[in-house]
């Protein structure tokens, strides 16, 4: 047998191998994308020569030359840098050790099962979304949100099935954190909650009013009792199943620092959408309307 015929039978071996179920369930195989035709790389020449000197007369250049006045700041207020990095690597290996394991477990339960589970707990959290709504004096989201709670709870069997989607009401939900932020109030200092990860002085505040909010309406007594001490941990799995993030994923040794500051640019970001909403009546298009 010739080395060709020979290296042909091999690669015909392993792929059965694969097909046959040996291989992980995470495996696959991935395309390199084609390369850049030549045209789109003179263009390319052509912008940035354009940046550097000025767009010839009678042409415009699409968009506009980024400023230093463009780039955000990466100083972010963290008065508790050190018991935050300490919090954050706890996180990490809990996060290994035990909510992945857990998680990967969970995501193998039927799909109908999984999306029952996470149409169940967003139910819930209509109640939360209809009070803040309120307090935000948004009285638009509020009734769309209370809308979905009754049509869920009803039609939608308990909540578990999202029938107000289908009915055009969309999932769009809101905390205490984004009502404080509708007054006014500033993010604060940035914060890791054990367990929950970045958050900030105010958005911290806002998740414990919402769940205090929980538990004082307890609506079918689902939070107090052996309910509570079984969906509180169930909720927090399907968060985290549903959650792309992984630790320390970047291999980058500033991971702290970016996340710290990604996090705090959204929350500006979205803070600034409700400014524009409360001054025009808009919603920012980068931002969902729910915050």
């Not at 004096?137 to 709670?149: D, Y």
């Not at 914060?191 to 900030?200: A, D, K």
Request: hydrophobic share 40%.
């Amino acid at each position: 047998m010739s080395a060709a015929r020979l290296s042909a039978a091999m690669l015909l071996l392993c792929v059965a191998v694969l097909e046959g179920g040996c291989a992980t369930r995470d495996f696959s195989i991935r395309t390199l994308p084609a390369e850049t035709p030549a045209a789109d790389n003179a263009a390319a020449i052509k912008n940035v020569s354009a940046m550097r000197t000025g767009p010839p007369p009678g042409t415009e250049l699409p968009g506009r030359p980024i400023t230093a006045a463009d780039v955000p700041s990466m100083d972010t207020y963290d008065p508790w840098e050190r018991i935050n990095r300490s919090t954050y690597r706890f996180n990490a290996h809990f996060d290994e050790l035990v909510f992945l394991p857990v998680a990967d477990d969970y995501r193998r339960l039927p799909g109908p099962i999984q999306a029952g589970v996470h149409n169940f707990f967003a139910n819930l959290s209509e109640v939360v979304s209809v009070i803040n709504y309120m307090v935000q004096l948004r009285p638009a989201p509020g009734a769309r949100s209370l809308g979905r709670f009754v049509i869920n709870s009803t039609i939608g069997i308990g909540g578990l099935f999202d029938v107000a989607t289908h009915f055009k009401l969309p999932l769009a939900p809101t905390g205490f954190g984004a009502t404080l932020a509708r007054w006014g109030v500033h993010p604060g200092a940035y914060l890791v909650i054990p367990l929950l990860g970045p958050s900030t002085m105010r958005d911290g505040s806002g998740f414990v009013a919402d769940f205090a909010t929980n538990y004082a309406i307890n609506i079918l007594d689902l939070y107090r009792g052996e309910a509570g001490w079984i969906l509180t941990p169930l909720n927090a799995i399907d968060i985290r199943a549903n959650t792309s993030f992984r630790y320390y994923s970047t291999g980058s040794p500033f991971e702290y620092e970016t996340v710290r500051f990604l996090y705090v640019r959204k929350t500006l970001i979205e803070d600034e959408a409700l400014r524009l909403w409360h001054r025009t009546g808009e919603t920012h298009p980068n931002v969902p309307a729910g915050r």
